[in-house]
C-alpha cells in the first residue's frame, strides 16, 4: 500500500569524474615543490598552475573544512563520502590569510561550479611563495579502490581532470 511514499535508493556510485577547480595548466604532482605533495605522502591527484584566482567547485556536495585563520586550503566533499583537499600554493599558510577570500564555511552545500574562494595570485608571488595549488584525494579514504588522472594539460572548469573510482 502507498508504494508511492516508499523513498528510492539512491543508485550506487561506482566512479565519479572531477572538473578543474581552477583555470590554468594541470601539472603532475611530483611539480609541486613540497615533498608531501610531490611525493604523494597525502594523496593523489594533480596540480594546477593558476591562471587566475578563483577556485571553483569541481562537484557538488558539501564543505568539510576550510582552513579558518590562513584561509589557504579548503576540503570539500562528494555526495559518495569521498573528499578532496584543494590548497592554494605552497606554504601560504605563512600569508595568515593575507590575499584570501573564502566564500563558504564548513557545513555548507555546494553546487558544481560555484564559487568557494578568491585568491591574489600577485600577493603570494610577491610574498615569494609558489602558486601552483595541488587538488588531491587524502589518503586513507577506505571507500576508494583508485584515483585516475586524466589526460589535460589545459585546466578549465568545464573539463575533467581527475576520475575517482570508488570500491564496490
Not at 69 to 79: M, N, P, Q, V, Y
Not at 134 to 156: F, K, N, R, T
Request: net charge negative; proline share 7%; no cysteine.
Amino acid at each position: 500500500m502507498f508504494k508511492w511514499l516508499k523513498k528510492k535508493a539512491a543508485p550506487r556510485i561506482e566512479e565519479f569524474d572531477m572538473v578543474a577547480p581552477i583555470k590554468g595548466k594541470v601539472v603532475s604532482l611530483e611539480e609541486v615543490p613540497d615533498p608531501a605533495f610531490s611525493t604523494k605522502a597525502m594523496g593523489d591527484g594533480i596540480a594546477i598552475q593558476p591562471s587566475e584566482g578563483r577556485v571553483t567547485a569541481p562537484f557538488a556536495g558539501k564543505v568539510a573544512h576550510v582552513m579558518e585563520k590562513s584561509k589557504h586550503a579548503l576540503i570539500i566533499e562528494h555526495e559518495s563520502g569521498v573528499q578532496v583537499l584543494i590548497h592554494v600554493g605552497i606554504n601560504t599558510v605563512s600569508l595568515k590569510g593575507q590575499g584570501f577570500n573564502p566564500h563558504v564555511q564548513v557545513g555548507d552545500s555546494i553546487k558544481a561550479g560555484q564559487l568557494l574562494m578568491e585568491f591574489d595570485l600577485d600577493a603570494i608571488q610577491q610574498g615569494g611563495l609558489p602558486v601552483i595549488t595541488p587538488v588531491i584525494v587524502p589518503d586513507g579514504q577506505d571507500m576508494i579502490s583508485h584515483v585516475e588522472i586524466l589526460d589535460h594539460s589545459s585546466a578549465s572548469p568545464d573539463v575533467p581532470v581527475l576520475r575517482v573510482h570508488l570500491k564496490a
